[in-house]
């Protein structure tokens, strides 16, 4: 019971890394390029859809890096090359 809480805990630890890891990019480039170095554009409904997009893509793409990289590397240290 405690292992099978202590993995899930795990698992949702390492969810969040991967999640914070691509949001954060994705918001600076979205202050720089839609916001003009402000972010007004987080007022607006219609820029949360890219940027729910692009945030996707980059959360895709760092969990297939997480699978393809090879087994010698610990769990940690796959989450955090990818």
Avoid: C
Avoid at 21 to 34: C, T
């Amino acid at each position: 019971m405690i292992s099978e809480q202590t993995s899930n805990r795990h698992w949702l630890l390492q969810l969040l890394v991967h999640v914070v890891s691509s949001a954060l990019p994705v918001m600076f480039f979205f202050y720089i390029d839609e916001g003009y170095f402000t972010f007004n554009w987080m007022s607006e409904p219609g820029a949360w859809i890219p940027f729910t997009f692009y945030t996707g893509i980059y959360l895709a793409v760092q969990f297939s890096l997480r699978a393809t990289l090879p087994k010698r590397y610990s769990s940690w240290d796959r989450t955090f090359w990818a």
